[in-house]
C-alpha cells in the first residue's frame, strides 16, 4: 500500500521527482505520509506535519535542486535529512532528522550550554555540524534532540571535547570507564556523534557514537555489552536476525552509549546496522527486520506499509532507502528503530 496525499510529489524512477518543492514541502509531505502508515488520526496528523514545518531549519524554504547547493552528511546523496520510527510501546515513535547546516533551530537547555566546547573560540579546528532531532510518540509531547557531528575533527581534538562535556555533566567518571573498556578491543573505530536528549533540566540523557570499521558481529556486541543494562544474547540474536545469520557486521556499524546523571558507567547501549550493506534490496532488509520486530512480540504490518509507503519504487528494485535498523537490549521489548533514507539527489 502506497500513501498519497495532495501535493505530494509522486515516487517514479529511482529517486523522488522533487525539484522545484521546497525542503519543508516534501519533508512534510514525507512525515504526513508516514503518519498515514502509522494509522495515526487525521487531526493529529495534520497538527504534527505542521509542528514539524515550524520546527526545521530556515534552509527549509528553499527548492529542491538537481543537486545539494550545501552537501550534509546525513546521506550519501547530501540529502539534510532522516525519517525514523522506534517500534517499542504502544505506539510507534515516528522521529525526524536534520542538519541544520550552520542554522540556529530551536532552542535546547542542555546542549546551548555545551555548544561552545564544540567550535573553534575553544581550539576546535572547525565548529562541529550541529544536527537536530525531534521525537514524537502520539499522543506525547514532542522530544528534542542535539547532535554534535565530530567526523571532520581529528582524533585527539574529539576525545578533548568530549571529554570537557562529560566532565561539565558530572559524567568523567562514567565516559573514563566506558572509554578505557572499549579501547581494550581489538578493532578499529572512532567517536563520531556527542548527543543530548532534551528531556527534564540534569537528567538529560547523554549519548555518544562510535563507528566501528570493518567489525564482525563479534567485535561489535562487545562493544555493546560495555553498557550495564545490556542483555547480550538477546542483541546477538538481533544482529543474527538482521545480517541473515551471517557473523558480518556489515559496513560502518554505529554503537551508541548512553549516559544519566549518577550512574558510573555507560546505561544503555544501541546497536546500529547498516542493512544497506546487508541485504541486496531494500525488500530484503524490511523482510529481515519484519521477523525481528515479530520476535520481538510487534506486528511488522505497519513497518511494512510504512516501507512501501516512502519508497520512490517497487521494494524488490531499490536499495538503501532502509538504511539502518538499530536494536538496544535494555529490557524494553520491542525496542528496534527503522531508519529511512530518501533518494533525492543523482549520485552520480
Not at 557473523?247 to 554503537?255: F, R, Y
Not at 520486530?293 to 528494485?317: I, K, T, Y
Not at 538503501?320 to 535498523?325: A, F, R, Y
Request: charged letters at 25%.
Amino acid at each position: 500500500m502506497t500513501v498519497r496525499i495532495a501535493g505530494f510529489p509522486e515516487l517514479t524512477r529511482e529517486n523522488y521527482q522533487a525539484e522545484g518543492l521546497s525542503f519543508g514541502a516534501f519533508l512534510g509531505g514525507l512525515w504526513a505520509v508516514a503518519c498515514g502508515a502509522l494509522e495515526v488520526p487525521y487531526s493529529q496528523t495534520l497538527r504534527s506535519t505542521r509542528m514539524v514545518r515550524s520546527l526545521l531549519p530556515a534552509w527549509s524554504e528553499e527548492p529542491i535542486g538537481l543537486a545539494p547547493v550545501q552537501r550534509s552528511y546525513v546521506a550519501d546523496d547530501g540529502f539534510p535529512a532522516e525519517l525514523s520510527v522506534n517500534w517499542s510501546g504502544r505506539r510507534p515513535e515516528l522521529r525526524m532528522l536534520f542538519d541544520s547546516l550552520g542554522h540556529r533551530v530551536f532552542p535546547d537547555e542542555p546542549a546551548d550550554a555545551l555548544a561552545t566546547l564544540f567550535t573553534p573560540e575553544t581550539g576546535r579546528s572547525s565548529p562541529a555540524p550541529v544536527w537536530h532531532a525531534i521525537a514524537w510518540r502520539p499522543p506525547a509531547r514532542v522530544v528534542h534532540k542535539t547532535y554534535f557531528g565530530l567526523y571532520e575533527w581529528p582524533e585527539a581534538e574529539r576525545l578533548a571535547a568530549v571529554g570537557e562535556a562529560m566532565a561539565r555533566l558530572d559524567l568523567t567518571a562514567a565516559w573514563d570507564d566506558a572509554r578505557t573498556r572499549v579501547e581494550a578491543f581489538d578493532g578499529r573505530r572512532e567517536v563520531e556523534f556527542f548527543a543530548v536528549d532534551l528531556l527534564d533540566g540534569r537528567d538529560a540523557r547523554v549519548k555518544i557514537y562510535y563507528r566501528n570499521h570493518d567489525a564482525d558481529l563479534a567485535e561489535v556486541a562487545r562493544v555493546a555489552a560495555v553498557a550495564r543494562n545490556h542483555n547480550a544474547a538477546a542483541a546477538t540474536a538481533a544482529y543474527r536476525a538482521l545480517t541473515g545469520e551471517r557473523a558480518a557486521a556489515g559496513q560502518a556499524a554505529l554503537t551508541c552509549l548512553a549516559f544519566r546523571s549518577g550512574v558510573a558507567s555507560a546505561v544503555e547501549s544501541t546497536t546500529y546496522l547498516r542493512l544497506s550493506t546487508l541485504t541486496a534490496t531494500d525488500q530484503e532488509a524490511v523482510d529481515r527486520t519484519s521477523a525481528l520486530l515479530s520476535s520481538e512480540g510487534v506486528d511488522p504490518g505497519r513497518f511494512r506499509a510504512l516501507s512501501a509507503a516512502v519508497a520512490p519504487r517497487s521494494l524488490a528494485h531499490s536499495t538503501g532507502v532502509l538504511e539502518l535498523v538499530s536494536f538496544r537490549a535494555a529490557g524494553r521489548p520491542g525496542d528496534v528503530t527503522t531508519y529511512f533514507r530518501f533518494p533525492v539527489f543523482d549520485l552520480s
